[in-house]
């Protein structure tokens, strides 16, 4: 049997409202015999105690077609395996897993198997316990068949003793389950969690012996960059979707905007509201989202991004509080990439350095800043290192240190020393080049860097001590100017916009001050790096080779 799950021609099915399943059910029969099972389940809590059936659109069914029409009867195996659903607030998702549990309870033919729904709070398991209480109360065939013990949120088939249970995921419960199916609700919020990962895989573990089973990711946007589990897992089923990685047994349904339309803005518009609400007009209120989008604009940048984040679906790239720092407003539209160290490297005609940082609880950034040999625009390129006792102080940032060390972009190091020895390994890379100017550092606290560079024979001078504070208003208010104008290019590393996001701006006099202390226990070691590089290069170096690598190609005009 040949299919796919991908769905290259996304973006112009779900702006013509088209559906966004890749492949008819596998396996028709099985398909319909559960989408009649989870027709005639009541939703109580709506008036006039409509069923699924009655009151639901078509992109339900189609996503409940998939998941059940992906399982072989006759084999015992379920072709399709991993699902996700991404949608935005209101879509009846609590009410969409709850169904589909139940639905499964009645299909499951295995005796004792164990159905889980895990949610990250009580009041989420809620969510979807009640439905599902309610649903088998209110039909009597159901009630006969299904016993609800509502005390401990489970349901047990009064045949099999197969239990849907629902748990929350800040109670000890989910160590040692061996659960045939499996739903994860609000999979952004594990994704601030440390370990969530490994919890899910524990979770999920008991569908290694029970190969008709199913795994169903059920969540909205987070109300932050996305981190942990939750950006591993979107942007798998986004390239999946995509046709990036090629993997038959995961399908992904995911309701968001286009990328030209994100860049557009064309998200306020209430005519594309539909577009990531496909029960607009239904269990979403048109109204509602209009009035909380005015309020939300005329609160600071972080409230409307957490709504459009809920409400839109429209993922946030960067904080944008009130008191955030201005050049964060350009900084995603200065990205490329393809820029790295080495593309930075050949590109330059001259370049500086930054470094700040480095205790033992903290971060080392480094900051590497190249002019570009033809357009003369600024290339920017970061770094940073951690010791593991900051991963251990911060244990609310380890899903997203992790990432941000799995992206490369983050190195942890064994040993106290590895993380200046390796700053003065790129010193010395960039220095190969002979377009490297100078170093800027933090004058005080910086003194292994100063040491160890010197003990590779850096000349005393090319190290520059950058006053901090106020006095480094000059190099912020440049950064600012240049990435509001385009002369200011990154590589669009997702530690840089965290970075970024987390400065906060405190006025002093006429002047504005970015200081680790006003801006917490959050991190922006790389970005004090990036001020002190800039504060060299805007003394407008010279280069120290005059003939370019473009030119020697022949790629410039003199």
Same mark, same amino acid.
């Given at each position: 049997?040949?299919?796919?799950?991908?769905?290259?021609?996304?973006?112009?099915?779900?702006?013509?409202?088209?559906?966004?399943?890749?492949? %008819?059910?596998?396996?028709?029969?099985?398909?319909? $015999?559960?989408?009649?099972?989870?027709?005639?389940?009541?939703?109580?809590?709506?008036?006039?105690?409509?069923?699924?059936?009655?009151?639901?659109?078509?992109?339900?069914?189609?996503?409940?077609?998939?998941?059940?029409?992906?399982?072989?009867?006759?084999?015992?195996?379920?072709?399709?395996?991993?699902?996700?659903?991404?949608?935005?607030?209101?879509?009846?998702?609590?009410?969409?897993?709850?169904?589909?549990?139940?639905?499964?309870?009645?299909?499951?033919?295995?005796?004792?198997?164990?159905?889980?729904?895990?949610?990250?709070?009580?009041?989420?398991?809620?969510?979807?316990?009640? #439905?599902?209480?309610?649903?088998?109360?209110?039909?009597?065939?159901?009630?006969?068949?299904?016993?609800?013990?509502?005390?401990?949120?489970?349901?047990?088939?009064?045949?099999?003793?197969?239990?849907?249970?629902?748990?929350?995921?800040?109670?000890?419960?989910?160590?040692?389950?061996?659960?045939?199916?499996?739903?994860?609700?609000?999979?952004?919020?594990?994704?601030?969690? #440390?370990?969530?990962?490994?919890?899910?895989?524990? $979770?999920?573990?008991?569908?290694?012996?029970?190969?008709?089973?199913?795994?169903?990711?059920?969540?909205?946007?987070?109300?932050?960059?996305?981190?942990?589990?939750?950006?591993?897992?979107?942007?798998?089923?986004?390239?999946?979707?995509?046709?990036?990685?090629? %993997?038959?047994?995961? !399908?992904?349904?995911?309701?968001?905007?286009?990328?030209?339309?994100?860049?557009?803005?064309?998200?306020?518009?209430?005519?594309?509201?539909?577009?990531?609400?496909?029960?607009?007009?239904?269990?979403?209120?048109?109204?509602?989202?209009?009035?909380?989008?005015?309020?939300?604009?005329?609160?600071?940048?972080?409230?409307?991004?957490?709504? +459009?984040?809920?409400?839109?679906?429209?993922?946030?790239? =960067?904080?944008?509080?009130?008191?955030?720092?201005?050049?964060?407003?350009?900084?995603?539209?200065?990205?490329?990439?393809? =820029?790295?160290?080495?593309?930075?490297?050949?590109?330059?005609?001259?370049?500086?350095?930054?470094?700040?940082?480095?205790?033992?609880?903290?971060? +080392?950034? !480094?900051?590497?800043?190249?002019?570009?040999?033809?357009?003369?625009?600024?290339?920017?390129?970061?770094?940073?290192?951690?010791?593991?006792?900051? =991963?251990?102080?911060?244990?609310?940032?380890?899903?997203?240190?992790?990432?941000?060390?799995?992206?490369?972009?983050?190195?942890?190091?064994?040993?106290?020393?590895? %993380?200046?020895?390796?700053?003065?390994?790129?010193?010395?890379?960039?220095?190969?080049?002979?377009? +490297?100017?100078?170093?800027?550092? %933090?004058?005080?606290?910086?003194?292994?860097?100063?040491?160890?560079?010197?003990?590779?024979?850096?000349?005393?001078?090319?190290?520059?001590?950058?006053?901090?504070?106020?006095? !480094?208003?000059?190099?912020?208010?440049?950064?600012?100017?240049?990435?509001?104008?385009?002369?200011?290019?990154?590589?669009?590393?997702?530690?840089?916009?965290?970075?970024?996001?987390? $400065?906060?701006?405190? #006025?002093?006099?006429?002047?504005?001050?970015?200081?680790?202390?006003?801006?917490?226990?959050?991190?922006?070691?790389?970005?004090?790096?990036?001020?002190?590089?800039?504060?060299?290069?805007?003394?407008?170096?010279?280069?120290?080779?005059?003939?370019?690598?473009?030119?020697?190609?022949?790629?410039? =005009?003199?």
């Amino acid at each position: 049997m040949n299919w796919t799950t991908a769905l290259p021609d996304w973006e112009a099915r779900i702006v013509q409202g088209r559906s966004l399943i890749p492949c %008819d059910p596998l396996f028709p029969d099985e398909a319909e $015999a559960a989408l009649g099972v989870f027709k005639s389940l009541r939703m109580v809590d709506v008036p006039g105690q409509p069923t699924f059936g009655q009151a639901c659109e078509e992109w339900v069914f189609e996503f409940v077609r998939a998941i059940f029409g992906a399982y072989d009867a006759e084999s015992g195996r379920r072709l399709i395996r991993e699902f996700f659903l991404l949608i935005s607030k209101k879509n009846g998702k609590s009410s969409i897993a709850a169904g589909i549990m139940v639905t499964a309870l009645v299909r499951n033919w295995r005796h004792s198997a164990e159905l889980l729904i895990l949610a990250p709070t009580i009041e989420v398991a809620n969510n979807s316990f009640v #439905p599902a209480r309610d649903m088998v109360r209110a039909d009597e065939e159901l009630d006969a068949l299904l016993h609800v013990q509502e005390n401990f949120r489970q349901i047990t088939h009064r045949v099999t003793r197969a239990v849907l249970k629902v748990v929350a995921a800040d109670s000890d419960t989910v160590g040692g389950k061996k659960a045939s199916f499996v739903l994860v609700d609000e999979l952004w919020v594990f994704g601030k969690r #440390p370990n969530a990962g490994a919890m899910l895989q524990e $979770a999920t573990g008991g569908l290694v012996s029970r190969p008709e089973g199913f795994v169903i990711y059920l969540t909205t946007h987070a109300d932050a960059p996305p981190a942990g589990v939750f950006r591993q897992k979107l942007q798998y089923f986004r390239d999946v979707r995509d046709g990036v990685v090629d %993997d038959r047994r995961s !399908l992904g349904v995911l309701y968001e905007f286009p990328r030209h339309m994100i860049e557009a803005k064309a998200y306020l518009d209430p005519a594309n509201w539909y577009i990531t609400n496909p029960n607009l007009d239904r269990s979403v209120d048109r109204d509602f989202i209009a009035d909380k989008l005015a309020e939300a604009e005329r609160g600071d940048g972080e409230s409307l991004q957490t709504f +459009l984040a809920k409400h839109l679906n429209v993922e946030i790239g =960067l904080a944008l509080r009130s008191d955030r720092w201005s050049g964060v407003d350009y900084w995603g539209q200065q990205s490329e990439a393809d =820029l790295t160290l080495e593309s930075l490297i050949e590109r330059s005609e001259v370049i500086t350095m930054g470094c700040d940082g480095g205790g033992l609880d903290d971060l +080392l950034g !480094l900051a590497v800043l190249g002019r570009c040999a033809v357009t003369r625009a600024w290339l920017l390129w970061m770094r940073a290192w951690a010791h593991p006792i900051a =991963l251990e102080r911060r244990k609310s940032e380890i899903e997203r240190y992790r990432q941000f060390e799995r992206d490369g972009d983050l190195i942890v190091v064994e040993r106290v020393g590895q %993380d200046v020895e390796q700053v003065a390994d790129i010193f010395e890379q960039v220095d190969a080049s002979g377009k +490297l100017d100078r170093i800027g550092v %933090d004058p005080v606290g910086i003194g292994s860097i100063v040491d160890e560079l010197q003990a590779r024979d850096v000349e005393f001078e090319r190290i520059v001590g950058i006053p901090q504070g106020w006095k !480094l208003n000059g190099a912020i208010k440049t950064t600012e100017r240049m990435l509001a104008g385009g002369e200011l290019r990154h590589g669009g590393q997702a530690m840089t916009a965290w970075c970024v996001s987390n $400065a906060k701006v405190e #006025p002093r006099g006429n002047a504005v001050t970015i200081t680790k202390q006003t801006s917490g226990t959050a991190k922006i070691d790389p970005l004090i790096a990036t001020f002190n590089a800039v504060a060299l290069m805007g003394m407008n170096p010279q280069p120290r080779n005059p003939n370019s690598v473009y030119e020697e190609r022949g790629l410039v =005009l003199v």
